[in-house]
């Protein structure tokens, strides 16, 4: 039986609660050298669900393992199936509001860069630049044994010749692309190997249980190093992949901001929390720095 990863926390008590007065965002980008670390909540107005928000998917969907997709051909056979239904949907989101007032900042030399924990490809769609997707992408597909990397959308025509007629119906989609399917639906869904040596495909993603290249997070070191400030968007900071980050700011003395409705990881760290949707928030710190953008 696969057992859920750990990823809930208790929250801190006796912290102040959130303000609804986005002002502290705009003030930190005024300084300039801001470095933002978005999370899934970013992308809900996309149409792509968070983990751990109301109607989060951690209350119906266990995430795939590192362990169990390496070990299982039978819950890679799963995941697969899952996935190329949920990409079909995935595939199609487009940037909302959030996505696109970083764009607007960064344009604007406000920025020291952008750190999302998202696999979803948003930000880059909405112009910002340079993003380090801490997570990888799910737009692309690695070899677990020769190092390919291909572009998804090959994958995704592959896997429809190899199993024309599957469209069953899902009954939600998860923030890692991941559609929720029963057994029967998957059925004998045919999973196809690596085009180059018939090695075993996986997303280019960090699964839950592995971790994230060392190098890619001694880089997000030296952006929080060079940074002013960290502004948090969209995420619990529940795992330490990106919490690590929030600690490291607040112990170098830089101010830490967070824009997320409900309480998080990092809320001891943080100088405030802005309890807002993300696209209202953000709107309205474009507003006030004169920052035009299409909403």
Same mark, same amino acid.
């Given at each position: 039986? /696969?057992? *859920? @990863?750990? %990823?809930?926390?208790?929250?801190? !008590?006796?912290?102040?609660?959130?303000?609804?007065?986005?002002?502290?965002?705009?003030?930190? %980008?005024?300084?300039?050298?801001?470095?933002?670390?978005?999370?899934?909540?970013?992308?809900?107005?996309?149409?792509?669900?968070?983990?751990?928000?109301?109607?989060?998917?951690?209350?119906?969907?266990?995430?795939?393992?590192?362990?169990?997709?390496?070990?299982?051909?039978?819950? /890679?056979?799963?995941?697969?199936? *899952?996935?190329?239904?949920?990409?079909?949907?995935?595939? *199609?989101?487009? @940037?909302?509001?959030?996505? /696109?007032?970083?764009? +607007?900042?960064?344009?604007?030399?406000?920025? &020291?860069?952008?750190?999302?924990?998202?696999?979803?490809?948003?930000?880059?769609?909405?112009?910002?630049?340079?993003?380090?997707?801490?997570?990888?992408? #799910? &737009?692309?597909?690695?070899?677990?044994?020769?190092?390919? %990397?291909?572009? *998804?959308?090959?994958?995704?025509?592959?896997? !429809? !010749?190899?199993?024309?007629?599957?469209?069953?119906?899902?009954?939600?989609?998860?923030?890692?692309?991941?559609?929720?399917?029963?057994?029967?639906?998957?059925?004998?869904?045919?999973?196809?190997?690596?085009?180059?040596?018939?090695?075993?495909?996986?997303?280019?993603?960090?699964?839950?249980?592995?971790?994230?290249?060392?190098?890619?997070?001694?880089?997000?070191?030296? %952006?929080?190093? $060079?940074?002013?400030? #960290?502004?948090?968007?969209?995420?619990?900071?529940?795992?330490?992949?990106? #919490?690590?980050?929030?600690? $490291?700011?607040?112990?170098?003395?830089?101010?830490?901001?967070?824009?997320?409705?409900? @309480?998080?990881?990092?809320?001891?760290? +943080?100088?405030?929390?802005?309890?807002?949707?993300?696209?209202?928030? #953000?709107?309205?710190?474009?507003?006030?720095?004169?920052? @035009?953008?299409?909403?």
């Amino acid at each position: 039986m /696969r057992m *859920r @990863p750990t %990823l809930s926390w208790t929250p801190d !008590e006796g912290l102040p609660p959130g303000t609804t007065d986005p002002e502290p965002v705009a003030e930190a %980008l005024r300084t300039g050298k801001l470095l933002v670390l978005s999370g899934a909540g970013i992308s809900t107005e996309s149409g792509i669900p968070d983990y751990r928000g109301v109607g989060g998917s951690l209350s119906r969907h266990t995430p795939m393992t590192y362990q169990d997709f390496t070990a299982d051909a039978q819950a /890679r056979r799963r995941y697969w199936a *899952r996935s190329h239904l949920g990409w079909r949907t995935f595939g *199609r989101a487009r @940037p909302n509001a959030g996505h /696109r007032a970083v764009a +607007a900042f960064g344009r604007h030399g406000l920025l &020291a860069g952008v750190i999302t924990q998202n696999v979803d490809g948003l930000h880059q769609a909405a112009g910002s630049e340079d993003v380090v997707e801490l997570h990888g992408s #799910l &737009a692309r597909v690695v070899c677990l044994s020769c190092g390919a %990397l291909s572009p *998804r959308r090959d994958l995704a025509r592959r896997l !429809e !010749e190899a199993n024309a007629g599957f469209a069953p119906v899902a009954a939600g989609i998860n923030p890692d692309g991941d559609a929720d399917l029963t057994d029967e639906q998957v059925g004998d869904f045919r999973v196809v190997p690596c085009a180059v040596c018939g090695g075993v495909l996986k997303p280019d993603v960090v699964f839950f249980g592995e971790a994230v290249p060392p190098r890619r997070v001694e880089h997000c070191r030296g %952006l929080v190093r $060079e940074a002013a400030s #960290l502004l948090v968007l969209g995420s619990s900071l529940t795992v330490m992949s990106g #919490l690590r980050f929030v600690r $490291e700011a607040a112990r170098a003395g830089k101010p830490v901001l967070i824009v997320n409705r409900d @309480p998080t990881r990092g809320d001891r760290h +943080a100088l405030t929390r802005v309890a807002l949707p993300l696209g209202a928030a #953000l709107t309205t710190v474009a507003a006030r720095l004169d920052i @035009p953008f299409e909403g």
